[in-house]
């Protein structure tokens, strides 16, 4: 076998078992997204707290769970929690309006009921055009709830040393 067809049967293995770029599906958050955080307990205890499903708080209760979603899959989990959500929507954005932390990441307007505080998500406008917006979402979302989580923690302790 000649050098050259050796090297293209071996680039074509490896380009097999890496798969192409194109060919993999995206994830809907980068790796900072996709790390295991605080964040991910604040969450996950919020919906505790409101009674939401195993099922849907093990799968939607973890910013750091949705960001290693696909779309396909993300859509998937909120169909079937779809009774739900709006418990995980106040839980994700602690009843805060982040329509302009969305709206600086360039979510449309079309998708900003996700980021408004009310919980309400239409169903019926979730499609691909804005799962594709899930990243940025899910990154204000996460601001947000670390911004909580250290403000609850800062005041919490000033509160118990001034009651001791």
Do not use: W
């Amino acid at each position: 076998m000649n050098k050259s067809v050796f090297i293209f049967v071996l680039a074509s293995l490896v380009t097999l078992a890496r798969g192409y770029d194109s060919d993999q599906m995206p994830l809907m958050g980068d790796k900072d997204l996709q790390q295991l955080s605080k964040v991910d307990d604040t969450l996950r205890n919020c919906c505790v707290r409101r009674k939401v499903g195993d099922k849907c708080t093990n799968t939607l209760c973890s910013l750091s769970g949705v960001a290693l979603m696909t779309s396909d899959a993300l859509r998937s989990n909120i169909l079937q929690c779809k009774p739900q959500m709006r418990d995980i929507l106040k839980c994700a954005t602690k009843l805060n309006n982040l329509t302009s932390c969305c709206s600086q990441r360039n979510v449309p307007d079309g998708c900003l009921n996700v980021c408004d505080g009310s919980g309400r998500m239409s169903l019926s406008k979730l499609s691909i055009s804005c799962l594709q917006y899930s990243e940025p979402i899910v990154r204000c979302f996460g601001e947000n709830l670390l911004f909580h989580r250290k403000n609850t923690l800062v005041f919490g302790a000033s509160k118990r040393m001034r009651m001791n």
